[in-house]
Antibody
Framework: QVQLVESGGGVVQPGGSLRLACAASGFTFSGYGMHWVRQAPGKGLDWVAFIRYDESDKYYAESMKGRFTISRDNSKNTLYLQMSSLRAEDTAVYYC???????????????WGQGTLVTVSS | EIVMTQSPATLSVSPGERATLSCRASQSVSSNLAWYQQKPGQAPRLLIYGVFTRATGIPARFSGSGSGTEFTLTISSLQSEDFAVYYCQQYNNWPRTFGQGTKVEIK
């Protein structure tokens, strides 16, 4: 079955950097677009970024442009999120999400990992 | 960006009763509308996509309706496991956007 396991969360100081990873299994990772979605403590869901199956397109939420970079390694079945210039408001659980669409399109969020907590604090 | 607005913020319902949740988009999202359920301490789970299609394993008491900018999620007879937060989401435009959520609590 589809499994998405995030790692790399932790405590980081304001202005610092962190790289999250998501190990995927149970499906053909190289065929699907992937997203990151975050959720601040006690708040709602906030879409972060998307990458197409072949890295041909990337999209970001406005507040993360220039600070966050989504990437993937299809040979390792792994999705990444490089975060820099972190702020207190970036504190959240970050979820790795598989898109439903196989190929170059994008649709709804079919499968979610359990998330990894990032805390930005001095 | 398309703003998704859910109402009410909290819905108090007795087990066995019907719950009706609303979601409004600031512009048309066609049929590209999904609903997710989230329980405390868990990741969200896909419930419905394409406005009305239930995801695999979702019971028939969950139904979706609407079009364009106005959408509804109905839970016909609430079970104890249905008390959770529900989010609508549009996947018609970038950036993808969620509503702020409706918490369904026990009355």
């Amino acid at each position: 079955q589809v499994q998405l396991v995030e790692s790399g969360g932790g405590v980081v100081q304001p202005g610092g950097s962190l790289r999250l990873a998501c190990a995927a299994s149970g499906f053909t990772f190289s065929g699907y677009g992937m997203h990151w979605v975050r959720q601040a403590p006690g708040k709602g869901l906030d879409w972060v970024a998307f990458i197409r199956y072949d890295e041909s397109d990337k999209y970001y939420a406005e507040s993360m442009k220039g600070r966050f970079t989504i990437s993937r390694d299809n040979s390792k079945n792994t999705l990444y999120l490089q975060m820099s210039s972190l702020r207190a408001e970036d504190t959240a659980v970050y979820y790795c999400v598989r898109d439903e669409y196989y190929g170059s399109g994008s649709a709804y969020f079919a499968y979610w990992g359990q998330g990894t907590l990032v805390t930005v604090s001095s | 960006e398309i703003v998704m607005t859910q109402s009410p913020a909290t819905l108090s319902v007795s087990p066995g009763e019907r719950a009706t949740l609303s979601c409004r988009a600031s512009q048309s999202v066609s049929s590209n509308l999904a609903w997710y359920q989230q329980k405390p301490g868990q990741a969200p789970r896909l419930l419905i996509y394409g406005v009305f299609t239930r995801a695999t394993g979702i019971p028939a008491r969950f139904s979706g309706s609407g079009s364009g900018t106005e959408f509804t999620l109905t839970i016909s007879s609430l079970q104890s496991e249905d008390f959770a937060v529900y989010y609508c989401q549009q996947y018609n435009n970038w950036p993808r956007t969620f509503g702020q959520g409706t918490k369904v609590e026990i009355k």
